[in-house]
């Protein structure tokens, strides 16, 4: 059984530095898709980051001066989020799935992480 596990999350000040984690038990997905979504109340489950099929880290348009992803060589992948802001606020999931799929979108994902709350203060 394929399962996905968060760490890092907090409370930190604005300005400030957190590094988020996500192991993935039961399969490895360096040949697919691994990403990072947030999603604040009320809004809708956004990308910020993630590694697609070829190795690559791409970071959302929004975030890409801040915010970065990473993969360790055994399938472990990090969200380095610098220069946090009070609307960085929210709950984050890492998600992965196999094969050449489309990072950006959530659907694309199979398995999803239980998320870990991010609270930036001002």
């Known amino acids: 059984q394929v399962r996905l596990v968060e760490s890092g999350g907090g409370l930190v000040q604005a300005g400030k530095s957190l590094k988020l984690s996500c192991v993935a038990f039961?399969?490895?997905?360096?040949?697919?898709?691994q990403g990072w979504f947030r999603q604040a109340p009320g809004k809708a489950r956004e990308f910020v980051a993630g590694?697609?099929?070829?190795?690559?880290p791409v970071s959302a348009d929004s975030v890409r001066d801040r915010f970065a992803s990473s993969r360790d060589e055994d399938g472990t992948v990090h969200l380095l989020m610098e220069n946090l802001k009070p609307e960085d606020t929210a709950v984050y999931y890492c998600?992965?799935?196999?094969?050449?799929?489309?990072?950006?979108?959530?659907?694309?994902?199979?398995?999803w992480g239980q998320g870990t709350q991010v609270t930036v203060s001002s």
């Open positions: 998600a992965m799935s196999p094969g050449p799929r489309n990072l950006f979108t959530p659907r694309a994902y199979e398995y």
């Open positions: 039961g399969r490895t997905f360096n040949d697919g898709i």
């Open positions: 590694i697609n099929f070829r190795g690559s």
